[in-house]
């Protein structure tokens, strides 16, 4: 069992087998700040401090039996000591939160986590309800200085769902453009429908392009830079020049809507194609912004 999830199930038999979900929400992210180095990232979420990542394996354990999936809760069912398997160092804070934080009521839950992380309550329905006029200024002064419009690249390598979301939200990305030829991946989060519903779900257009991808079978036998090379020079000779309208509609978005970001996998832009897909788009006549790599 990943060890991420074993804290998970391990707060969740601290609270006695059942908790309600955006209580957990709320809990596990102030388990993970008081760790230091947080198994989960969150994203600001409708309700507050949200983890894709976490609620996907919550599902995932329960395709196992371990936990009960119900409307408002979880329930563990593997019934073992899941807390008698975390680390020393771990057990302690669990132990701590929950004598600090364990009997608090809902309201008084989220209202505690939206004081100590304002950014988790940017995109809060419950926070015009539970914090004064002060405490939502100060939510809305954590989210970064605007910065420059233009042209955004990222990459998900290394990077779990909220992370990268958290990237974009804290750059202020409006729209994210999938650059893949197939948006499928392995990893939680990254294949196509999973990702426009993350992306939706906090305030970001997301479109595919496939059209300016590279196609898998040419990406076969990348050993060395100097591959990479030859496979983006071909790129930039044979695909560019015939996906222009692609390239115009992705400008169009910039001009639209300010800050847009074209994704793939590779975290180094210049191990991309998106390193001369972006290259390519802000040479275009009339593009105005800069180009910004994440």
Request: include cysteine; aromatic fraction near 8%; proline fraction near 3%.
């Amino acid at each position: 069992m990943y060890y991420r999830r074993r804290l998970l199930l391990a707060l969740l038999h601290a609270l006695g087998g059942r908790a309600e979900k955006m209580r957990l929400h709320k809990l596990l992210l102030l388990f993970m700040a008081k760790r230091g180095e947080a198994a989960y990232h969150f994203v600001p979420y409708k309700f507050g401090a949200f983890s894709f990542q976490a609620n996907a394996d919550l599902v995932a354990c329960t395709t196992r039996g371990w936990v009960a999936n119900h409307e408002k809760e979880w329930e563990l069912l593997a019934k073992e000591d899941h807390e008698a398997a975390l680390k020393p160092a771990d057990r302690a804070i669990l132990h701590a939160l929950l004598e600090s934080h364990g009997k608090l009521g809902r309201d008084a839950l989220v209202r505690d986590t939206y004081q100590r992380f304002p950014y988790s309550a940017l995109r809060s329905e419950m926070a015009p309800r539970l914090l004064n006029k002060q405490e939502l200024k100060t939510v809305q002064e954590s989210l970064p200085a605007a910065g420059p419009e233009g042209l955004y690249t990222i990459g998900y390598e290394g990077l779990d769902l909220d992370a990268f979301l958290n990237k974009l939200i804290r750059a202020r990305v409006s729209v994210l453009c999938d650059v893949r030829r197939n948006a499928y991946s392995m990893k939680y989060g990254f294949s196509k429908k999973q990702l426009q519903n993350a992306c939706e779900g906090v305030g970001i257009r997301y479109e595919h392009l496939p059209e300016v991808g590279i196609a898998s079978d040419e990406r076969q036998e990348l050993e060395t830079q100097a591959d990479r090379n030859a496979l983006f020079a071909r790129y930039a000779k044979r695909t560019l020049p015939e996906t222009v309208p692609v390239q115009e509609h992705i400008a169009e978005l910039v001009a639209k809507h300010h800050r847009v970001a074209i994704m793939c996998f590779e975290h180094e832009v210049g191990s991309c194609h998106r390193n001369a897909l972006s290259k390519s788009i802000v040479a275009l006549p009339g593009f105005q912004g800069e180009l910004i790599h994440l």
